[in-house]
């Protein structure tokens, strides 16, 4: 039985793989720091489409998160086929009136975990030759975003590092792929406090279905890396077409509060 772990897997993209993985059968493994959302998540899950499904509840955003993690599944001898490395948050505001606790937390999270589980479970998949990895990366792996600083450095580590291990990878049957969106419709600008920005408006965010089935998609194909969406991908291609310091002042405008 092909078994995915989905971290982050509760709610928004991460729930929304777990759904297309469901459909195609594949043990579902769920791990977050929410018990409540998981347990409501793998409950729609089991009865929707009858499949394997549990949640391991972890705090990624803690150093011997990833550890434990990986190590409850070695204690079970369950092995992962595919990881999408989906956990992760934002921040918001001037770096310098930023808790620093909270913004080290973030980075814990989107970088430190992200790098750690890969070489957790990278291992494993090699031994066999068989193995997925899907990465959350963002528009902003691409450019500079001031409000938001650590975060899209954050974000720019996850698409380097992603891009790097892929051409590692390369004559193997193990791939690593890298999904970077741009808003999508999910609580990730109320929990980075950033649900009254330009952004965060909904005609302009992109659905997490959909964001969630092109990943899929590109991961299935092997890509290094795919941008959802024709204005995300002009977006992030954007510094390449104009000096760095107009994209990045852009950008914060973008991110300033709606008026």
């Known amino acids: 039985m092909n078994t995915v772990l989905i971290t982050g897997g509760s709610s928004g993209i991460g729930y929304e793989f777990a ?20 347990q409501e998540s793998v409950n729609y899950l089991q009865q929707t489409y009858v499949v394997d499904t549990y949640f391991i509840t972890v705090d990624l955003a803690t150093s011997n998160g990833p550890d434990m993690l990986y190590n409850h599944l070695k204690e079970r001898s369950i092995e992962i086929d595919v990881l999408i490395n989906n956990a992760g948050r934002g921040s918001y505001g001037m770096l310098h009136e930023q808790s620093i606790k909270s913004e080290l937390d973030m980075v814990q999270l989107n970088v430190h975990a992200v790098s750690h589980l890969m070489m957790l479970f990278l291992k494993d998949m090699v031994d066999k030759d068989s193995g997925r990895i899907l990465n959350i990366g963002s528009t902003t792996s691409f450019y500079p975003c001031p409000l938001s600083a650590n975060y899209s450095a954050s974000k720019a580590f996850v698409l380097y590092l992603t891009e790097a291990v892929a051409t590692e990878l390369e004559g193997t049957n193990v791939s690593v792929t890298a999904l970077c969106p741009g808003a999508t419709t999910t609580d990730f600008f109320k929990n980075a406090k950033m649900d009254k920005q330009k952004v965060s408006t909904t005609e302009e965010t992109m659905d997490p279905q959909k964001v969630a089935a092109i990943g899929f998609k590109a991961m299935m194909k092997r890509k290094k890396y795919v941008i959802p969406g024709f204005q995300n991908w002009l977006l992030s291609h954007s510094p390449r077409l104009f000096p760095r310091s107009t994209v990045t002042s852009i950008t914060r405008r973008v991110l300033e509060k709606k008026k």
């Open 19 to 38: 759904k297309l993985f469901a459909q195609k059968q594949y043990r579902i493994i769920l791990a977050s720091r929410n018990e409540e959302k998981l």
